[in-house]
């Protein structure tokens, strides 16, 4: 037995003698044959095998041979491949690799779920290369997106930026999926990605491509309108040391604040083992002064409608600043009034067993004085003497309990009676934005991955990427995310055919909290609503009465809220900064700001190039693919209807596609399918069919029908928020039933009730219109496209399409009013309203129409001129309908590029246009005009030392502007930057 033992291991030990003696290295540096600078992440194969490495950070490889002589393949985007016979390891080898700026080789893989030629995509595609990104005239490669065709952007806040195609601009947009290394980026919770707070930092970023359009048939719930994928580099491929040092300035004009530093470090490092083992670390740290909403003009607002409206503080009572929040608690002072005087009359009827109506004696007494409309003083104490009444009523009113209700009594009644209120609603004072949110912005970014080579052919990996920081998002709120953390792990598997991943998103919202509740419970923490409305009605009543018609109505009203606002809680005091400190801590449900979230979502899923598994692409191409996802709503039930627990939501899909050429590769017909299923919800099917046209060599012509569809967000079915506006709810029957708005406290149109308070009779509620709930369902769209992408002389690469699309059963906020106890009459006052907003389906089909066409046209050695122009257009809107396409009239980017002026020396710069855009968000809907910006940037590569200065800056014209209502006014920010191998 040990002798055998003895002799196996002497025979592995020979075994691996022989094979250490057998394989030779070959190592070399590859360097760029145009200015002689090294060329990391350059492929390296063997030609005919799967054995290979990459080039390091210095351009360094080497590679272990069994037998010479070999030919070995170098490839990397922008470089002419190459092709080297080596017979022998004897010295390292010197590889001039050629770089090559033909226009439209690069390969994407979102289009079809397969690498491809971007030339071939068979619908439209938009893609971002590491190179574009290091050149780009941005801060960062996310605000890079902003140039390409279609895409438009919603700036919140300066870390929180939302990307949207084919209209339907908004905060937090649910239409467009994002995912990051194959990873649905949506918070769990919030339902939308939150823009660019978690995912990998410029360095490490390998790629962006963007589906314009309908995507469900590949890419699920959600790509309704679009996908974005962001894929980070492999480390593997891109190892070595990298970081980058930025630093800028902005609010240089001091317009919302004084001036403020920027800072945005990064840092990336990557090493890899005898290609067999590699691992990646990043993180990145961006801090500055937020931009700062200061909006104060007027709204009208029901629930989450609202426009923008004439008036101020100074000429409006009821006043509603769009970024004010706490003077969204308003009152009909008429109805407020009648309110107080019954409950005093009914207490002292009470005290006296039902002898003394207050109400009754007083109309009595100044009809028999000859109803003064301004009762002195005199006349008012003549009451407790008036010889009209018996002995026992005057005992009874002038016992001192009795005359004090009757005293605080008098108001309201005098302004009821002589009608110094009118049809007049107030509004409590509210406080500016500024002195609310927390606008010191913070984004800290760390990812790490670890990657392992099965086999030469088959990589196993497990990521970690964590976001956290503090920054500000525009919903129906405002709402100041503090100390937000976001983390997402994955497990992958990979071959050339195939690949399997489980990934989870885990979520917490911090000390996030929403500005509008934070300003209404700030007010209510000095003075409760209640007193303050009774004080102001009662001192503007006084003022009417006191000042007879001398007195204007704004006089009295501005007499009023300062005897109301005796005791505010002014920003700045310690008494403010507690009382703040407070209700930011205390979770909605308890009547404070704060909203608790940590929600999850876990997912599963693989896909499977069948025919290349069973080596029949050459005749038809088929990829088959599944997934799952499970969501888990936590939030304690500040957010959710999940006082009773977690609520889980389970979605699964599965998708196939076929691909042949036909005609000698004339034309290429793809067809797709997907089919999902929802907890709630029954499953869709939505299909795919496009055909490819080559026209010319490096000029194709697309057509497509595609499908696609979302099912209402995770919000949308279970929300149940208390905001500054009103209460949103699910759109699941049992809200209905919850809420009693389809039993005792129905709800009523917004309209109507506007039409019903314009009456000035609170009488008028035949004016009221119930409104109707119907089961929601997803949402649908059919889109058709015609599409060209071609290069022409080499030199100009053109890219143009225009699409149509149908949209059924649309997914739309309703907004209605709800009385407190069934009475119509307390509608007439938003005081005894409760406004209550849900998700509906629009019963019309809406159409949209768009077109774009970009270009990009090399007319010197290294000088690029590019730009794109495109609009899209919603049709046959049913009048009143909200549907929130926010697409501006027409968009264009224009640049001017080179990588290398003069030895090393770069620029990029490009001018942005935005034209008039209506736009409807539950925030506030009204009309933002156009405008133009311009960012630039110059670049200086340090020669032989893998170092980069730029200097460079966006909205550089310092020419503000926004993108939606409620969000902040952009102004310029400017920076300085050094970066090593970058």
Not at 368 to 374: D, E, K, L, R, V
Request: charged residues 15%.
């Amino acid at each position: 037995m040990r002798k055998s033992l003895r002799f196996l291991l002497a025979t592995v030990a020979s075994l691996l003698s022989l094979t250490a003696i057998s394989q030779t290295i070959i190592s070399g540096k590859v360097k760029n044959s145009a200015n002689e600078e090294v060329v990391p992440a350059v492929s390296v194969v063997v030609k005919g095998t799967s054995v290979g490495t990459y080039t390091n950070s210095n351009g360094e490889f080497s590679l272990s041979i069994g037998q010479f002589p070999v030919t070995l393949v170098f490839t990397s985007i922008g470089y002419d491949s190459l092709t080297v016979e080596v017979k022998n390891a004897s010295t390292p080898l010197d590889i001039s690799f050629k770089p090559n700026s033909q226009l439209g080789q690069e390969v994407v893989v979102s289009a079809n779920r397969a690498p491809q030629r971007i030339l071939e995509s068979p619908v439209t595609v938009e893609r971002m290369s590491a190179a574009t990104i290091r050149n780009a005239a941005a801060p960062n490669f996310y605000e890079a997106i902003t140039n390409l065709k279609g895409v438009d952007m919603h700036t919140a806040s300066l870390t929180f930026r939302t990307v949207t195609t084919r209209g339907f601009v908004s905060s937090g947009n649910n239409r467009l999926n994002q995912l990051i290394d194959g990873m649905d980026n949506q918070a769990p919770g919030l339902n939308f990605s939150v823009g660019n707070v978690i995912g990998p930092n410029d360095l490490d970023v390998d790629n962006v491509e963007l589906l314009a359009g309908a995507s469900s048939a590949l890419y699920g719930s959600g790509g309704i309108n679009g996908t974005l994928l962001i894929n980070s580099k492999n480390p593997f491929k891109y190892q070595g040391l990298s970081f980058n040092i930025k630093q800028g300035i902005n609010h240089v004009d001091g317009r919302q604040r004084a001036a403020a530093p920027y800072y945005d470090w990064q840092l990336r490092w990557a090493k890899a083992f005898n290609d067999k083992f590699a691992f990646k670390i990043s993180a990145s740290l961006v801090n500055a002064q937020d931009w700062e909403a200061n909006d104060y003009r007027n709204k009208q607002q029901i629930g989450v409608l609202s426009k923008v409206t004439g008036g101020s503080r100074e000429n409006d009572p009821n006043f509603n600043g769009v970024n004010i929040y706490g003077d969204e608690v308003s009152a009909n002072m008429s109805s407020f009034a009648q309110l107080v005087q019954s409950q005093i009359r009914a207490g002292i009827l009470g005290a006296t067993g039902n002898q003394i109506d207050v109400v009754s004696l007083l109309n009595s007494y100044y009809g028999a004085i000859g109803n003064p409309a301004y009762p002195t003083a005199a006349q008012q104490a003549g009451f407790y003497t008036f010889a009209g009444f018996p002995a026992p009523v005057l005992a009874a009113i002038n016992n001192p309990a009795i005359q004090g209700n009757i005293n605080n009594l008098m108001p309201f009644y005098n302004g009821n009676r002589n009608g110094y209120f009118g049809n007049y609603n107030v509004s409590r004072t509210g406080y500016n934005e500024r002195d609310l949110v927390d606008y010191n912005a913070v984004n800290v970014k760390l990812n790490a991955s670890l990657h392992y080579k099965i086999t030469p052919g088959i990589e196993a990996s497990l990521s970690t990427y964590f976001g956290t920081g503090t920054t500000v998002y525009t919903g129906a709120d405002r709402y100041s995310l503090r100390n937000l953390k976001i983390a997402q792990h994955k497990l992958e598997i990979k071959g050339k055919s195939w690949m399997v991943r489980g990934y989870t998103t885990q979520e917490n919202a911090g000390d996030s909290y929403n500005a509008s509740a934070l300003g209404a419970f700030i007010n209510d923490s000095w003075k409760a609503n209640a007193t303050w409305f009774q004080q102001y009605v009662a001192a503007y009543s006084e003022s009417r009465r006191q000042g007879g018609a001398a007195i204007s109505d704004m006089q009295a009203h501005m007499n009023a809220r300062a005897f109301a606002d005796q005791g505010r809680l002014l920003p700045g005091t310690p008494e403010f900064n507690a009382a703040s400190s407070k209700v930011k801590s205390t979770p909605i449900k308890r009547n404070g700001a704060k909203f608790l979230d940590r929600s999850d979502l876990y997912a599963g899923e693989g896909q499977l190039n069948v025919s290349d598994a069973l080596n029949f692409s050459d005749k038809l191409e088929v990829i088959a693919g599944a997934q799952w996802k499970q969501y888990v709503m936590n939030s304690q039930g500040t957010i959710f209807a999940d006082t009773a627990g977690v609520l889980k939501i389970n979605e699964i899909g599965g998708y196939l596609q076929l691909k042949k050429a036909f005609f000698d590769n004339f034309l290429t017909i793809t067809a797709s399918g997907r089919y999902d299923k929802q907890t709630n919800f029954d499953g869709r099917f939505t299909p795919r069919v496009t055909g490819v046209f080559r026209v010319a060599k490096d000029n194709n012509i697309r057509l497509s029908y595609q499908t696609a569809y979302r099912f209402p967000t995770n919000q949308n079915q279970y929300i149940s928020l208390v905001t500054g506006s009103g209460t949103l709810i699910g759109c699941l029957p049992e809200f209905q039933s919850f809420y009693k708005l389809n039993s005792t406290l129905p709800g009523y149109t917004a309209a109507s009730i506007l039409a019903y308070r314009n009456s000035g009779n609170p009488n008028n509620t035949s004016l009221l219109v119930a409104a109707e709930y119907k089961d929601v369902k997803p949402e649908s769209v059919n889109s058709y496209e015609l599409g060209y992408r071609g290069v022409l002389g080499g030199r100009l690469l053109i890219d143009a399409y225009v699409y149509y699309s149908r949209y059924q059963d649309f997914l739309s906020t309703v907004a209605v009013g709800q009385t407190k106890s069934g009475n119509q009459q307390e509608l007439y006052s938003p005081f005894t309203t409760t406004n209550i907003s849900y998700v509906q389906n629009a019963t019309a089909v809406v159409k949209a129409i768009g077109w774009g066409i970009s270009a990009e046209y090399k007319f010197a050695k290294n000088y690029f001129i590019y730009g794109n122009v495109f609009q899209d257009e919603l049709n046959d809107v049913p009048a009143g309908f909200v549907s929130y396409f926010n697409a501006p009239d027409y968009r264009f980017n224009i640049g001017l590029r080179s990588e290398d002026v003069y030895k090393g020396v770069g620029f990029n710069i490009v001018a942005k246009y935005q034209g008039n855009n209506y736009y409807e968000g539950t925030f506030v809907t009204g009309t933002l005009p156009s405008f133009t910006w311009v960012d630039a940037q110059v670049s200086y590569r340090v020669p032989k030392s893998k170092s980069t200065i730029r200097i460079g800056g966006t909205n550089i014209l310092n020419s503000y502007y926004r993108t939606g209502f409620g969000s902040p006014y952009v102004g310029g920010l400017y920076y300085v930057s050094y970066g090593f191998n970058l």
